[in-house]
């Protein structure tokens, strides 16, 4: 592989803003550029897109850094910029506040590499397609512009499932929970809307609806009819053991139905409140080391893992913060949320261009109707990386691409691809809503192989002319 001097990233969400701030502070004096491609620009998509204080991140701030080898630098920035906050380590704070963090250390790191002669490119563009030729990476944007680098890191994110069946052209229908002024504006105390899926983003939702409109009429519907427990923290604190048997009292659901799901919502909260989360101590590092690890395994043992843990990571993995919880539980109490246990597809009527919901004793009709089912990887389409196959370069069972877990790079022939995948994309790695860590660790993988490819060539150049 050829000396790199200008590199592409695909996405500028936090995996790709990690990634960048990583190359700036390991090749500032080596790199010529970076251009970042990305439709909405830096730091604008999927969850953190929100104005809202009630939209937090879902891990504590003190995880929450977008350098691996500095798990305080989110803290740091917040005590330097919004020291009115006040904030702690554990603390839980709205989305907004992180987004405006990952700008801020963009811009910062932008000056920094630009004095250095490092120049910086946003392409607001779709990336089509993405070939090698001649030992270069080439980028073709949505208006068909070709751009040539050394090496390209593919940085595209999650995405919002859709349930299968659903019309997207329905006109009571938002696709997409974020951002929230997508169904604010059109949510008022009379309405009735109807929340597709019951997990982080479908509170996210309820919790922005109630504080706004505490008399609209929410309906949660999710085949689990269940919500996430509730914690204080989401930290590393203490290495979890090599065996996982440890956790599997926790991977079984015990919650079922409407009153289930509301008296085990007060007892999360009281457990919480008590300090008697004992799990949470253990979260954060079972992140860490399951999706450090998911990568280096075969597909039928990620897959085995995953259902092993699938209730782990949905309940506790995924659970969500105390204040948020206490509001849940507010408006299910006065009778403002209703928990439903249904499949989505046996629920959700299409008639006349709109959503219903098939009730006992008839249709139901909805104001609004929000889906908040979750999140996956974004699927590679297959003509983004088509003419790559004749290296080899291959997509796994997940839908993502082979890669060698040691430095994210695709698996070629030869290794000859210059073609890094990070977060969303990467092979195995289970999606789990605003959490960053696993991304950044990865982006410091992808930076220490750019590094050695990079010393290597500049060692050997060295011992041609001497």
Not at 60 to 85: N, T
Not at 104 to 125: H, I, L, M, P
Not at 339 to 358: A, C, E, Q
Not at 443 to 461: E, F, N, Q, Y
Request: positive net charge.
């Amino acid at each position: 592989m050829t000396n790199i001097k200008n590199i592409a990233i695909v996405g500028a969400g936090p995996s790709g803003i990690s990634t960048y701030l990583q190359l700036v502070k390991e090749l500032h004096n080596d790199l010529t550029s970076i251009t970042i491609f990305d439709p909405l620009g830096i730091a604008k998509s999927f969850s953190f897109n929100t104005d809202l204080a009630s939209s937090l991140n879902n891990t504590s701030i003190g995880v929450s850094s977008l350098y691996a080898d500095d798990k305080l630098d989110y803290f740091k920035w917040l005590q330097d910029k919004k020291s009115d906050l006040n904030v702690s380590s554990s603390d839980f704070i709205s989305r907004y506040y992180f987004k405006e963090y990952c700008q801020d250390r963009f811009w910062q790191s932008k000056e920094y590499a630009n004095a250095f002669g490092c120049s910086t490119f946003v392409e607001n563009s779709e990336v089509k397609k993405i070939a090698f030729k001649n030992d270069r990476m080439i980028v073709t944007s949505r208006n068909d512009i070709n751009f040539f680098f050394d090496a390209v890191i593919l940085a595209t994110g999650v995405t919002t499932t859709t349930p299968s069946g659903l019309d997207n052209s329905c006109t009571n229908l938002i696709t997409d929970p974020y951002p929230e002024s997508q169904f604010l504006n059109r949510v008022n105390n009379k309405s009735k809307v109807l929340i597709l899926g019951s997990k982080l983003s479908a509170i996210d939702v309820s919790v922005a609806i109630y504080n706004k409109y505490p008399d609209a009429q929410m309906t949660m519907i999710s085949r689990s009819g269940e919500l996430p427990s509730v914690r204080s923290s989401l930290l590393i604190k203490n290495a979890v053991p090599q065996d996982y048997n440890i956790l599997s009292r926790l991977s079984t659901s015990s919650c079922t139905g409407r009153v289930n799901a509301e008296y085990k919502l007060e007892q999360d909260i009281t457990c919480c409140k008590s300090s008697l989360n004992h799990w949470e101590d253990i979260v954060g590092q079972f992140i860490e080391e399951f999706n450090e690890q998911i990568p280096t395994m075969t597909p039928d043992r990620q897959q085995q893992l995953i259902s092993k843990y699938q209730y782990f990571i949905k309940h506790y993995v995924s659970s969500f913060p105390l204040s948020n919880a206490e509001i849940i539980l507010k408006a299910i109490k006065s009778g403002n949320l209703i928990i439903l246990r249904k499949d989505i597809s046996d629920y959700v009527v299409m008639k006349d261009n709109k959503i219903f919901g098939r009730e006992k004793y008839g249709i139901k009709n909805f104001d609004i109707v929000i889906n908040a089912s979750g999140i996956s990887h974004k699927p590679i389409d297959d003509t983004l990386i088509q003419s790559l196959s004749k290296f080899s370069v291959t997509k796994n069972k997940q839908g993502g691409l082979k890669i060698s877990p040691d430095s994210m790079r695709v698996i070629s022939e030869n290794d000859s691809v210059p073609l890094y995948v990070i977060g969303g994309p990467a092979a195995g790695e289970v999606p789990i809503t605003n959490y960053v860590r696993s991304s950044v660790i990865q982006a410091k993988k992808i930076v220490s192989d750019i590094v050695h490819i990079s010393r290597t060539s500049k060692k050997g150049l060295l011992s041609y002319y001497a």
